[in-house]
């Protein structure tokens, strides 16, 4: 190389070494770094407030307090009791010959099931109860115990001292005249309506054929009477974790409120003691469930929590309100304890079970490609979900040159936001936005 020529380069490297450092000022080297919030609007945490078996009451007491608030509840309820969807029956072999066979073989692990799941459609009340009582024996283990149960029961319908019926009983449910109108009307104030199941068995105890029809049908209905949007949910029934129902319901539902493993989700249930502030995990769901003696001062700390924290997502379970359902809470308890959460609002999200699950995940699946040049900050993403059911809006965090006096968003060419607050934090100037991440392409400039 001649010594001109390496003058040259040298000059050209220190030239270009210039510019970089003139760019390199401490406040804009950040600039494009773009990163998802861990809730939305950038609070500290969020709260679900759900209700389980469709109780009447929690429609025509709880959610008018609830809309007047302007939050938003979701329902996990029974399908089988709302006119015009299937109300629930045995699937299987005949009754008649699975109620002689009982009579001759005493259950055991084949027949279980089977008998647990018919005895349920036995009659009122006591067949269910019979079932119920099977589903709790097995769940705590307790499986001598569960089949004897089932002998006893069978052996009580042999003799005629359970009375057979074809009626369905709905778990702890008074005569209720919801209908599919009503609950597309409750979607269309915000709420989400979801699946409870048909008709609130253990499904621990259900064999393969009558767990799947519980778990599909009732899916099927709400799809065909409220849409494919509110086919994302279900609670199965009693809280069950049970593997195989699990393993089961997560085959039909993208969400569950019961379990979903995911590496980056702690769950804590109902029945938990575990403290969610101690988790170390990215995200806790910490399940609570106001009881009947639940005080306030118990209810309002738990809001307390997530405010102490940032990675809390408190789902409340109610069940009964006012005279209606298991261990109900009164009007004006939700009333006060409703206010209390409104009024925590600049800091907590309040959103339904599937917005936020689709929140965190889409979060978790997403992968940003920020790309700075002449004077505007683009943004790409890429994610596997799919963008038809995993549509919430993100809240992201972009870093801007300190120069920029004003912000505006663009998507596709189309102004989403102008005129956006930029704030400051230690790595330089900010904005915060909300944006579908399936809007293509975001560019983001100065607004003048
Ligand atoms: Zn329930």
Redesign the pocket.
Known sequence: MQKSELIKKTMTILFIGLILLSCNNSQDQHVGQTTVSKWQGNKKSAVSITY??GIITQFTVARPIMNKLNLPATF?VLTGKVYGSEEGRFIGRSKDDIIRETDLIKTNADNFFERASLIGFTGPNQGLMAHSNAGSLFESGKITEAYKSIDEAYKKLRNGNLKDTDEVVY??NPQDTTSWDDLRKYTAEGHEIAS?SIT?PRMAVLDEANLLYELEQSKMDISKHLGEEFTFSV?C??GTENERVMEYARSVYPALRNRMPETYLDEFNRSSDQDPGASENEYVQWQRGPLTNSSMDLMKSWIDKCLANDNIWLVLVF?GVDNFG?EPKTAEELQDYFTFIKEKENDLWVATFADVTKYIKQRQNIDIISDVEDGSISLTFLSDLDPTIYNVPLTFKTYVPGSWKSVKVKSNDKEITTGLEINKDDRGNYIIFNVSPLQGKIVISASV
């Open positions: 389980d078996d996990f778990h702890d409870h609130h609670e029934p009693y069940h298991w």
